[in-house]
């Protein structure tokens, strides 16, 4: 922290925060739908399917889920040699895959569902309404503000004072 100010500190504990969260949620979550056998990558690959409407393409998924796509495929496989998910040609691109998710997936979507609602209400118990909302809106900001590509770092300086134009 280069600023010793009160806000400086305040964001950086804010920074702190959000990852501390991020990462203990997932875990209350992953002890919770462990017993189905799927590991974080394979649920949220499912949910956001799910959630995303069925026949989206795997470079959407890879997007939506903020991952390359040789990372998404082997879990695509997995999932495809489970029966849980079903790749079909693309109507618009041959080259692509459409997702769906099979019968058998639609019962275990509903159990990590019922588990991810379960997580919430005890992470969020207690807290009022009007509280969740602010909290909300202010986070809402801050992903938007990380939406934005990074400004480029200036330029070093070279050694000889020279600065390309």
Do not use: F, N
């Amino acid at each position: 922290m280069r600023d010793g100010s009160p806000l400086a500190h305040t964001q950086w504990r804010l920074g702190i925060l959000i990852a501390q969260i991020a990462r203990r949620w997932r875990a209350r979550l992953d002890q919770r739908i462990a017993e189905y056998g799927l590991t974080e990558a394979r649920w949220l690959c499912l949910l956001t399917i799910s959630r995303g409407g069925e026949g989206m393409t795997q470079k959407d998924l890879a997007a939506r889920l903020l991952i390359e796509g040789p990372t998404l495929v082997r879990t695509l496989d997995w999932l495809e040699a489970e029966g849980l998910v079903l790749r079909r040609e693309a109507p618009h691109d041959r080259r692509a895959k459409t997702l769906h998710l099979s019968a058998k997936a639609r019962p275990l979507i509903q159990r990590i569902e019922t588990a991810a609602t379960g997580v919430r209400a005890e992470i969020l118990a207690g807290i009022p309404d009007a509280d969740l909302a602010a909290c909300l809106s202010v986070l809402e900001r801050v992903a938007t503000g990380l939406a934005v590509p990074a400004p480029a770092p200036p330029p070093e300086e070279a050694s000889d004072g020279y600065r390309p134009a």
